[in-house]
């Protein structure tokens, strides 16, 4: 590439440009504190007091949200009306497969069930489509305002160009991901598994990662917030294992990260890009430069591109619309039948079965109550702990809560919002990576527990 990009001198206005809006990103999306004496980042705290001012009215606007998603879906493929034909923006929207067409009408039938409370308790009820549309939705809307809003910090301004040139010669071969990658896991890990997908569906719309990479990051890196995982531990009554618990958490998360990728269906997903053109994300760094010095590189020409204030607003709009109006009613859909199957159904207990054997050869007391918990958490990753808390053996009961953490792809959150994104993952590929993840982190885990106990 010879020296040609040594050239340009940038002026401290240039540099500013760069670093000013990535720290504010990093400060809003990224930054853990306390307050009131639970940990938290700033845009699950503004999620939660807006989530809190308009409760009363939350599930009126969620409804009607999904209920429009089903009637311009329904118009657009009737009838194809001028203003969604012409807006490639309203195009990317409605314009979707007849499996999604289906999943927004039973996310619309659904949410009118639950919110008039109509037919049967089970599908309304506070276990199932209450849970979904009362608590988690009602957190969903919130945080995809204002990570819409926000996430841009983190994805126009070089931030993710210069941490993707410092952490390339580690992500690429160890995970087979480009280095920019990292952030996208970190805002899970800090923020919430949902930002981590919002932000690697933007990227993968982008052009800056293909299919593979795309599909991977979301399944792999979407890691479990550190405050949920608390919730989890404090569920099972483990809270004082806080440490032991989470090192347990890392430990089996990148061991997963390192073996399913590798394994189909993962490993056999198309290295192409959504738009078909592939970004230049800078992994090859230009004779003269250091991995550093070509990361700042980047993201100060990053930086410049980013537009004005007009852009910034648009862009967030979109995305806020994007995910309001494309995932909320798959939420609804999948989340509520999942939970039904989980309360009303046997399936997760005889899917659990094949577990037993594998628990006993770990000599984990009580494995027909902990082969129960295995696969529930498909449906929503609360469940295991929920059901595994009565067991009587704390060792037992310490594996079913970081198995859980580690299952990584619920329906009733982040694998719905995987679905309702571009990302190439369906929910046969869900499962399997589900049930592969939790045999990878299984034995660790277990070990992990005969040690602590």
């Known amino acids: 590439m010879g020296n040609s990009h040594e050239k340009k001198k940038f002026t401290t206005g240039d540099y500013l440009k760069f670093i000013i809006p990535s720290i504010i990103g990093v400060l809003l999306l990224m930054f853990p504190f306390k307050y009131e004496g ?44 001028a203003f969604i034909e012409n807006s490639e923006f309203l195009k990317s929207v409605f314009n979707v497969s007849k499996f999604w067409i289906g999943a927004r009408i039973v996310g619309v039938i659904l949410s009118l069930l639950v919110y008039f ?14 849970l979904i549309l009362h608590d988690l939705i009602l957190g969903l809307f919130s ?31 160890v995970f087979q991901l480009p280095g920019r990658s990292s952030i996208d896991c970190i805002a899970s890990w800090v923020g919430d ?3 981590g997908v919002t932000l690697t569906n933007k990227q993968y719309e982008g052009g800056y990662y293909n299919a593979k990479e795309a599909s991977i990051i979301s399944t792999t890196f979407s890691a479990v917030s550190i405050t949920f995982s608390l919730v989890v531990l404090n569920q099972v009554g483990l809270v004082h294992l806080f440490g032991p618990y989470y090192l347990t958490i890392i430990i089996s998360g990148i061991v997963a990260a390192i073996i399913v990728p590798r394994i189909p269906p993962l490993s056999r997903k198309k290295e192409t890009y959504y738009t078909g053109v592939k970004k230049d994300i ?64 046997p399936v997760f207990e005889w899917l659990g ?21 295995m696969v529930v958490g498909f449906a929503d990753m609360f469940l ?32 719905a919002v995987i679905l309702g994104s571009r990302i190439p993952v369906s929910l046969k590929d869900l499962f399997i990576i589900f049930i592969e993840r939790t045999l990878v982190t299984l034995p660790i885990i277990a070990i992990a527990a005969h040690i602590i106990f």
Do not use: C, H
């Open 353 to 373: 079965m094949p577990f037993i054997p594998i628990l006993k050869l770990f000599q984990v007391p009580y494995a027909v109550e902990a082969s129960q918990t």
């Open 117 to 130: 409370e109509i037919g049967p308790e089970w599908i309304w009820s506070g276990d199932t489509g209450g």
């Open 38 to 81: 639970e940990t938290t980042i700033l845009v699950a705290l503004l999620a939660g007091g807006l989530t809190n001012l308009l409760e009363s009215i939350l599930p009126t606007i969620i409804v009607i949200i999904i209920a429009f998603t089903g009637i311009m879906t329904l118009a657009y493929k009737k009838s194809k009306p």
């Open 384 to 415: 295991p702990s929920v059901i595994g808390a009565s067991i009587p053996s704390e060792m037992t009961r310490f594996i079913v809560a970081t198995v859980s953490v580690t299952q990584l792809v619920y329906l009733s959150e982040v694998g």
């Open 282 to 345: 800078g992994e090859d760094v230009p004779e003269g430069f250091t991995n550093a010095q070509w990361g700042t590189y980047l993201a100060v020409k990053k930086a410049e591109e980013s537009g004005g204030v007009a852009k910034f607003l648009s862009n967030g709009v979109k995305t806020v619309l994007d995910m309001w109006l494309g995932v909320l009613p798959v939420i609804m859909a999948f989340g509520t039948i999942a939970l039904i199957i989980a309360e009303s159904t």
């Open 143 to 173: 945080i995809f305002l204002f990570a819409g809003f926000l996430l841009p910090f983190l994805t126009d301004f070089g931030l993710l160009e210069f941490i993707g040139a410092l952490l390339t010669p580690l992500m690429r071969p």
């Open 193 to 195: 598994g949902t930002i």
